[in-house]
């Protein structure tokens, strides 16, 4: 058993994987701006704000593995770089694991290839600059952190979201930084999403590292 705090843990991403964590007995805290609308039995949910270092640091000490299931919009449509490097920061001072969720763009359509965020021709374009900055994320800030930060990056497919939920079906497929859809088609279930990262938790597999799940 784990003991995991997932920031951002009322969100679409976020509340998977603290469901998902929480059925599999390890020991969530779930920190989020507001308080769920169902809290999760066994769950300590903790209200704060993400950009708040001291709130965050009550959140992470003690923690084995630390999940950031946050997005730069609403209030941390800026800072939100800025709050990521707090997060691995702390992390990296408990010894904690970091896992990040990213977003399609992030993804190469090719080994060697310039990422997605590079050319938003697949995304409206009142998303490009939240896309451009998870970019950032695993393409400049991650890969600058100290050797000592375990980290790792998880994209989904392309048409993740709460608009397209999905039935769990309790599959799915684990790649690299290359899109196991280049096309940005198809999508990734929420649930199943969750099943990965846990699974990718539990099996310490990766470090340092950039992956993706898709069906």
Avoid: C
Wanted: glycine share 14%; net charge negative.
């Amino acid at each position: 058993m784990s003991r995991i705090t997932v920031i951002g843990g009322t969100g679409y991403a976020g509340s998977a994987i603290v469901a998902e964590a929480t059925a599999r007995g390890h020991e969530v805290t779930a920190f989020s701006r507001s308080a769920p609308a169902e809290p999760v039995p066994g769950v300590r949910h903790v209200q704060g704000d993400a950009a708040d270092e001291a709130a965050l640091a009550e959140v992470v000490a003690g923690a084995d593995v630390v999940v950031g299931a946050i997005a730069p919009r609403g209030p941390l449509a800026t800072g939100f770089r800025d709050v990521y490097a707090t997060i691995g920061r702390l992390a990296d001072a408990e010894k904690a694991r970091l896992f990040i969720v990213g977003g399609f763009s992030s993804l190469r359509p090719a080994a060697g290839a310039p990422r997605f965020a590079t050319d938003l021709g697949h995304a409206p374009a009142e998303y490009h600059e939240e896309l451009v900055t998870v970019a950032a994320l695993i393409a400049e800030d991650l890969p600058a952190t100290a050797e000592s930060l375990d980290y790792v990056f998880v994209s989904p497919a392309g048409g993740f979201g709460a608009h397209v939920p999905g039935e769990r079906r309790g599959e799915y497929r684990v790649g690299d930084d290359v899109a196991l859809q280049p096309d940005g088609g198809g999508a990734i279930g929420g649930a199943d999403f969750a099943l990965g990262v846990v699974d990718l938790i539990e099996r310490n597999s990766h470090h340092r590292a950039h992956v993706n799940l898709a069906y």
